[in-house]
């Protein structure tokens, strides 16, 4: 990276921003960079660059708030959306019941105007129906959906058994929060059973309390005991931790491990201006969010500017890889980054059960990502009923694009 690279962070002042733009800072692997903040709150992006700023930048990056939308897609060569704009209309689009969906439309829209070559990351949730409309209706395919489910569930296995987490293989598909995998390995065990009898053997250790990971993350040792149950009686791994929702009377509550759960808040942000606490220490407050967001998120930066062959689950366009997939619906899946395209590792098809699990999943987001392109009322209700296990009637009936209440829980299935 010798020229300047500019990328341009909508939602600037968010504190997963905050923690992406500390983390690349850091790291030092990306040079020249012009990291362009946009968002609502001023203070909160002077927040974030203050907190850069402690940081020795000896890489030549460097931070610029902009004041309209436009000006910072100007030029950018990576366009990150983070904000949390709501459920309302933006620019004529409607939300359909997506967060952030509507701004996603707006700032697409320009994106295939200002900066139609620049790599596009989402951050909503879920993140691949946003970005699949964005691909139908403006023809934008270089875009990421940023969901580190999948990482979490591999860091909490070699926290448990002590395997290194470059010797565990998870190969998986599926979308936000409801990815299944047809290769798992711990280690040399691929058996299920011996797999299940390892974890369970650990996973009440006190021991484990004070394990670096379970110290930052300690609900995802109770979370895992779904995953685990599960595996146990299928045969099939899934993520995230704590299982997908579609799946009901798991051993453990969600109420129960998200009582255990510590993100930073943003008067923990505030505490990291103290001499007190070390880059090292901001960096660790920082990674909390989201579960570990900011670093996952840096890793994928990274890979894009620097094509370092390094591989993320991440989803992305299937465009063939899976056959039992639509081609321009976003799958999560492994990737790896070459010659500005992105690779998609795995097999070609899948298991019956994992078929089973998803086909509806793949059936119902392609029409829904279609309605959010189309801005498509009738095509909506449609994929709500989809699944009508998961969905009431009258909530498709009843559907209103500019209220919370009204939308979710159907929409999306995180």
Not at 124 to 151: D, H, Q, W, Y
Request: with cysteine; glycine share 10%; proline share 5%.
């Amino acid at each position: 990276m010798s020229s300047e690279v500019k990328i341009a962070m909508i939602g600037g002042g968010g504190k997963n921003t905050g923690g992406t733009l500390l983390y690349l800072i850091n790291s030092g692997r990306v040079r020249n960079v012009e990291f362009g903040l946009f968002g609502r709150t001023v203070a909160n992006m002077e927040r974030n660059i203050a907190l850069a700023n402690k940081i020795e930048n000896k890489n030549g990056c460097s931070i610029k708030i902009y004041d309209t939308l436009e000006s910072v897609l100007e030029g950018s060569d990576i366009v990150m959306h983070c904000a949390t704009a709501g459920y309302g209309a933006f620019g004529g689009y409607k939300s359909y019941g997506i967060p952030q969906g509507g701004h996603v439309m707006y700032m697409g829209e320009k994106v295939s105007k200002i900066c139609p070559d620049a790599w596009v990351l989402g951050a909503t949730n879920p993140p691949e129906v946003p970005l699949s409309a964005l691909l139908k209706r403006f023809g934008i395919e270089k875009s990421i959906g940023l969901c580190n489910a999948p990482m979490i569930v591999k860091n909490t296995f070699s926290a448990i058994t002590g395997v290194k987490e470059e010797d565990i293989v998870m190969r998986g598909i599926g979308m936000n929060h409801d990815v299944w995998y047809y290769d798992f390995r711990i280690g040399d065990e691929s058996d299920p059973d011996k797999i299940v009898n390892m974890i369970n053997q650990r996973i009440d250790d006190p021991v484990l309390l004070e394990h670096k990971w379970f110290r930052l993350f300690p609900e995802w040792r109770v979370a895992i005991k779904n995953n685990v149950a599960f595996l146990k009686e299928s045969g099939y791994l899934v993520s995230p931790a704590g299982g997908t929702r579609r799946l009901k009377g798991l051993p453990v509550t969600s109420k129960e491990y998200g009582s255990l759960m510590k993100r930073p808040s943003k008067e923990d942000f505030e505490k990291c201006f103290s001499d007190e606490v070390s880059v090292e220490d901001m960096i660790r407050i920082t990674s909390r969010c989201g579960g570990g967001v900011p670093v996952y998120t840096g890793k994928i930066i990274e890979s894009i500017l620097l094509e370092d062959d390094i591989q993320h689950s991440a989803l992305v366009p299937n465009k063939g890889a899976y056959a039992d997939a639509p081609d321009l619906l976003h799958i999560q899946a492994d990737i790896s980054i070459s010659g500005g395209k992105i690779k998609i590792h795995g097999a070609k098809k899948l298991p019956d059960f994992i078929k089973g699990m998803l086909t509806a999943r793949f059936i119902q987001n392609d029409m829904l990502t279609t309605a959010l392109a189309n801005q498509d009322d009738q095509l909506l209700k449609q994929a709500i009923m989809v699944m009508p296990e998961r969905n009431e009637y009258n909530q498709a009936l009843e559907f209103d694009s500019g209220s919370e209440k009204t939308v979710e829980p159907f929409i999306p299935f995180n």
